[in-house]
């Protein structure tokens, strides 16, 4: 899953939550490390041993701010380093991104200054992935720093190169699971639809490196075409998911068209986008795109937003435009290590996406795909993360965590463990603070003989 820009984003005043200047970021230490690593989750204090019913909760233990995290270089999202002098009206045209991607070695080098590690990586991993990043996505990084969350996600990473046995090609087994090429079927009323190859920046902890970015596994008109005959004629789907690459990509017309057949057929009752288009590519979102998706309804966008410092003003645009268009926006991050496995830093993201109306639905764990290895955290991290955010964001920004299990096994969410004490009707809870609370079920006195 993975975006656009509006013509006018550049003139925007930047968001404030892009330059996270509410807390300076403390030091990160090797002991940080450590601790970090030891446990799988941030250290903090101890939870006091069966205090005194509560009242009012505490504040509880403060958040550590992640190494990654840091300000958005580029909060307005506009023309900036090596590209400040690009005309505007260039800058924020879609095709014009498109066009003018970093793909070359000596072309990141020149705008991005890479470190000996980077280029080694790059020429490395040339044969395993694909590169190409936006100008607009590539003008968020920080320039020579290897630990730049923007980085890490779009530039190749000596991790890449090492690969594990339980690595796998394809590790939800979506291959398996095609009655027809380009379609995964694995629950009896929703269907994920393969429409492009194609993405403005490919992702390094992309889940289908296998076929993204290979023009041999592009989606052509006809497995296109093929696709929506076995959609009309299987009634039980009722929810579709155009995926990829980034169906995003597609024209206009292309994309128009294909969410139009698929609404005009009676049996299908939700259609999803799934783009990181809003990240990398926000110009994507023209008001003329806008407007013409207003003629489908209901439509669902799954955004991905991973860090705060993809958070610019561009990217404010892209995703009020889709909401103003009656879009129903959601976003799935995926927690990688070193880019967003801190509290602080999923906070911080999810406060500003409620605030422009995308709501933080997923928290994924990083899939068993090849050459990913290194991005994944610890699953007690994914538990400990969602545990800080209850009581510190309302219920709307508390996500999913979930795994996509290996082999087509779909998705399970996992949350963290608040029963303490079972005795009969009577239940003993702790809460997110650490305190803890007794629960009588009257509902189950009913049942008792």
């Known amino acids: 899953m993975q975006h656009p820009h509006p013509a006018d984003a550049s003139s925007r005043k930047p968001d404030p939550s892009a330059a996270h200047a509410e807390h300076p970021a403390p030091p990160h230490t090797t002991e940080d490390n450590a601790a970090a690593n030891s446990t799988g989750a941030d250290a903090h204090p101890t939870p006091p041993p069966e205090p005194e019913r509560a009242t009012v909760a505490p504040p509880g233990p403060p958040l550590r701010r992640g190494k990654a995290h840091g ?84 530039l190749p990473q000596k991790g890449e190169l090492a690969h594990f046995p339980f690595e796998l090609d394809d590790p939800l087994a979506e291959e398996e699971h095609m009655p027809v090429p380009g379609i995964t079927y694995r629950y009896p009323d929703r269907i994920l639809f393969y429409v492009t190859h194609n993405c403005p920046v490919y992702c390094r902890h ?29 009634t039980t789907v009722r929810d579709v998911l155009l995926s990829g690459g980034d169906p995003l990509t597609l024209s206009d017309d292309r994309l128009l068209d294909l969410l139009h057949r698929l609404a005009d057929i009676p049996h299908v009752e939700v259609i999803r986008l799934g783009t990181r288009n809003p990240v990398t590519l926000p110009q994507r979102f023209t008001p003329e795109l806008c407007q013409r998706l207003r003629d489908v309804r209901p439509l669902y966008v799954h955004t991905h937003f991973n860090h705060p410092a993809e958070c610019s003003a561009a990217a404010a645009t892209a995703l009020e435009r889709l909401a103003d268009a009656g879009c129903v926006l959601g976003n799935q991050m995926v927690l990688l290590r070193g ?59 508390v996500p999913h965590f979930a795994i996509d299990l290996p082999g087509g096994g779909g998705k399970i969410t996992l949350t963290p463990e608040h029963v303490v004490h079972r005795d009969g009707n009577h239940w003993t809870f702790r809460n997110t603070f650490g305190r803890t609370f007794s629960f009588v079920d009257a509902g189950a006195l009913e049942d008792d003989p």
């Not at 997923?362 to 007690?380: E, K, N, S, V």
Request: hydrophobic share 35%; aromatic share 8%.
């Open 206 to 234: 992309c889940t289908r490196k296998r076929k993204v970015a290979d023009p041999g596994s592009a989606a052509a008109r006809l497995q296109i075409e093929e696709g929506l005959r076995w959609i009309a004629r299987t």
């Open 71 to 154: 300000a958005c270089p580029n909060p307005n999202g506009g023309p900036a380093g090596p590209w400040t002098d690009v005309p505007e009206d260039d800058w924020n045209r879609w095709t014009w991104q498109q066009a003018n991607r970093l793909r070359r070695l000596d072309d990141i080098d020149r705008a991005l200054h890479l470190t000996d590690d980077e280029r080694d990586a790059f020429v490395r991993s040339a044969n395993l992935f694909d590169v190409a990043v936006t100008p607009y996505y590539a003008s968020l990084m920080r320039t020579g720093d290897p630990r730049c969350p923007i980085r890490l996600q779009s």
């Open 339 to 397: 880019v967003n496995d801190d509290p602080a830093t999923v906070l911080e993201l999810n406060r500003w996406l409620l605030r422009h109306r995308c709501r933080p639905y997923y928290i994924f764990q990083a899939d068993m795909a090849r050459g990913i290895t290194h991005f994944r955290t610890p699953l007690q991290r994914g538990l400990d993360i969602i545990e800080h955010l209850r009581g510190r964001i309302g219920g709307m920004g």
